[in-house]
DNA sequence: AGGATACATGCAGAAACGTGCAACAACGGG
DNA sequence: CCCGTTGTTGCACGTTTCTGCATGTATCCT
């Protein structure tokens, strides 16, 4: 048994089972305990796994606690929500945009997960208030009443002074000529402004959105990390994002 | 059963239950109730849950006594917003403060209003969200999540480019020589940057408020323009306030 | 007030841990 | 082909951490 074979063995046990129990695995695979510390000690290095006192757990706890989610949003959006959470390390900052897309997310980031959620979404700010462990920014501005979100001049310059890990956006529009689309100017305005203060940018997109095209670019492909939806990735927009460049998480 | 494995159990119990009781988990998990009160202790330490006689309640006692309060606005509390929207004039600029009496002052705006609202509190906005003739101006900041508002220095600074004809900001405590008072230093500072943007102050105080003094000084007699009370004016320390030149609204 | 229950504390055995060491295999240069 | 280097693996050792039990104390309920 290599290494190499070894660790993904430990990945996989973590993702699927979502726990890692060295003994266990020692005795499985006919090797050392100690050999299985090791590796989890340098996945743990790596950030890939979280080390606990016998044995590790997955880094984003999103995939444990799927079940401890609850489902009032539409199953696509739900999907989308679930894999974009599992984007969020911990200790991290997170931009997050307003929608409903992104109030899932909200939802879903687990109870456990420390880190800063910067938002302009006011409703996005009340979902996460009583969760223990995440530290809250609100961006401030004039209140565009139709998304409930902060936008225009003072929100954009607002924006201007955090940075973050990742950016999670929520369009209206997925089109693979007219990019990422929303329906009014100062939101796709602010949408730009949050985009450019994270280092990874993903879009959230449930399958009804892709195809569909809105008045307001936000912006062009190049500038974003990837998509996440729940679209069947062989569908033809999809596939051709995909031939595009563009990286697509497939949420199921 | 990994000891991190139970403290997520724990909490998702806590969530999902909303209590948790030591000695029914105990025979759950087939652990000792020893462990599970560990394990409490330790959660209670890092301030994820609150420890009570028999087990645990979750931590958001400032966040759950927040919706109970929301829940049921005294009477009282009404009547003193009731008459504090009665101040707020056609076409002016009203600065709005955090807490449940402002909540109550924002629900008790007329629909036919039309009027800019100036806040730190995303509750207050998402209240006005649906109101159709308010212009809704958010001030941002790190969210000061014992009382669901914006505060520090992001939200001060912010503060400094509003002005408005009326502010109404609610306190805690009321008292001849104390002044008006609130028990967190940054929420006081916030409540007098508020209070510095606009032309009126009227401090919102049910009875309950009335000789109480907490920690922090928010202003000075001298610097606001009124007070807002249910309370008797033939009250003790209301008629002290009288004698001393406070003008005294009485809500009935 | 008194019994019952929950609690904190100290303790001991067990389990898990980190570290140093030696054996061994893979690799590359001479 | 030989030998030094490097990296991996398992083992031994001492240390730390966890867990259940026993004890005495605090708290609750009647």
């Known amino acids: 048994m290599l290494a190499a074979e070894r660790r993904d063995h430990l990945l996989g046990l973590l993702a699927r089972e979502g726990k890692v129990v060295a003994k266990d695995v020692a005795a499985d695979l006919g090797i050392s305990e100690d050999s299985v510390r090791r590796d989890l000690r340098d996945l743990a290095a790596e950030g890939l796994c979280h080390r606990v006192y016998g044995g590790a757990l997955p880094v984003s706890p999103a995939v444990a606690d799927y079940s401890a989610r609850m489902a009032v949003t539409p199953e696509g959006k739900q999907k989308v929500a679930a894999a974009a959470a599992a984007l969020v390390q911990p200790d991290s900052a997170l931009i997050l945009d307003g929608g409903t897309t992104a109030l899932a997310v909200a939802h879903g980031l ?80 602010m949408k730009r402004a949050l985009a450019a203060r ?12 892709i195809g569909a095209a809105s008045r307001f670019r936000v912006l062009p492909w190049e500038e974003i990390s990837g998509l996440i939806t729940d679209a069947d990735p062989h569908h033809t927009i999809v596939e051709r994002l995909t031939t595009r460049g563009i990286e697509v998480l497939t949420a199921s």
């Open 198 to 209: 994270a280092a990874d940018t993903y879009v959230l997109a449930s399958s009804e959105k």
């Open 110 to 189: 687990p109870r456990r997960l420390a880190c800063t959620v910067i938002t302009h979404s006011p409703t996005i700010v009340a979902a996460l208030l009583d969760h223990p462990r995440i530290e809250l920014l609100m961006l401030g501005g004039r209140i565009f009443k139709h998304s409930a979100v902060a936008c225009g001049a003072a929100a954009v310059e607002a924006a201007q002074n955090v940075s973050a890990d990742l950016c999670l956006l929520g369009v209206t529009g997925v089109h693979p000529e007219a990019g990422l689309t929303t329906g009014d100017a100062e939101e796709a305005a």
